[in-house]
């Protein structure tokens, strides 16, 4: 069982040289839908767009994308703000935070993990979690990211959720960028056909998680 505990409040905060937030919620969200939640960084921002395609008719999405990582207390207060502000329940809620924060250790990604999955049952105590491993880069740099320090907070997040007994899915992003590193648009992010990829696989696990037919929705009709 995860426990948040008082680690957010033992952590400091290690700025980035740019920090920025960016939440996106629908113009008219259908009350007869499901809400999902998408949480991350630049990648599942870039991913959104086709999870929203995916699931048109299906599900109400929002986006709650951050530069701030695990480890930083002014995660919490963001997550728990945006929840505030939306004011609606969740019943998916798809989640990652790995490309940032490279100023924390992977100790202090691993103590702060916990805390992170709890503030997801804290926000949706009755939604679907899915969790969603940090992708691959095309070039490290120090102190990072870097393909070895991608791969041990994925071990890190896959330690601690099998460790929980269980309930938290896996949407397994690393492992299907690992085939397409053509399709990187920079050293860390993709282009629109790679993010397109990334977004159907998103969208198919959500579908799973709500008991949805591939065929329901508007999202996959010509």
Same mark, same amino acid.
């Given at each position: 069982?995860?426990?948040?505990?008082? =680690? /957010?409040? *033992? *952590?400091?905060?290690?700025? %980035?040289?740019?920090? /920025?937030? /960016? &939440?996106?919620?629908?113009?008219?969200? !259908?009350?007869?839908?499901?809400?999902?939640?998408?949480?991350?960084?630049?990648?599942?921002?870039?991913?959104?767009? &086709?999870?929203?395609?995916?699931?048109?008719?299906?599900?109400?999405?929002?986006?709650?994308?951050?530069? +701030?990582?695990?480890?930083?207390?002014?995660? @919490?207060?963001?997550?728990?703000?945006?929840?505030?502000? %939306?004011?609606?329940?969740?019943? =998916?809620?798809?989640?990652?935070?790995?490309?940032?924060? /490279? @100023?924390?250790? @992977? %100790?202090?990604?691993?103590?702060?993990?916990?805390?992170?999955?709890?503030?997801?049952?804290?926000?949706?105590?009755?939604?679907?979690?899915?969790?969603? +491993? +940090?992708?691959?880069?095309?070039? &490290?740099?120090?102190?990072?990211? +870097?393909? #070895?320090?991608?791969?041990?907070?994925? #071990?890190?997040?896959?330690?601690?959720?099998?460790?929980?007994?269980?309930?938290?899915?896996?949407? !397994?992003?690393?492992?299907?960028?690992?085939?397409?590193?053509?399709?990187?648009?920079?050293?860390?992010?993709?282009?629109?056909?790679? #993010?397109?990829? *990334?977004?159907? *696989?998103?969208? @198919?696990?959500?579908?799973?998680?709500?008991?949805?037919?591939?065929?329901?929705?508007?999202?996959?009709? &010509?």
């Amino acid at each position: 069982m995860f426990c948040q505990c008082s =680690v /957010w409040a *033992q *952590q400091i905060t290690k700025s %980035e040289e740019i920090e /920025w937030t /960016w &939440e996106v919620r629908p113009v008219a969200a !259908d009350p007869k839908l499901p809400n999902v939640l998408l949480l991350g960084d630049s990648i599942t921002r870039a991913y959104f767009p &086709e999870v929203k395609k995916e699931l048109a008719g299906v599900a109400n999405v929002y986006l709650m994308a951050s530069s +701030t990582s695990v480890g930083d207390p002014r995660l @919490e207060r963001q997550i728990d703000e945006f929840k505030a502000a %939306e004011g609606v329940e969740f019943a =998916v809620v798809h989640f990652n935070n790995g490309m940032h924060g /490279w @100023e924390y250790s @992977e %100790e202090e990604y691993k103590a702060a993990f916990g805390a992170f999955v709890g503030e997801m049952r804290a926000i949706a105590p009755k939604a679907k979690l899915i969790w969603t +491993t +940090t992708t691959p880069v095309r070039a &490290e740099k120090s102190p990072g990211p +870097t393909n #070895a320090r991608v791969a041990a907070r994925n #071990a890190i997040a896959a330690a601690a959720l099998s460790g929980s007994g269980g309930g938290v899915a896996v949407d !397994d992003q690393f492992a299907l960028m690992s085939k397409h590193g053509d399709l990187h648009q920079d050293d860390v992010h993709f282009n629109d056909a790679g #993010a397109a990829l *990334q977004g159907k *696989q998103a969208a @198919e696990g959500i579908r799973r998680a709500l008991g949805v037919p591939r065929e329901q929705g508007s999202g996959n009709r &010509e």
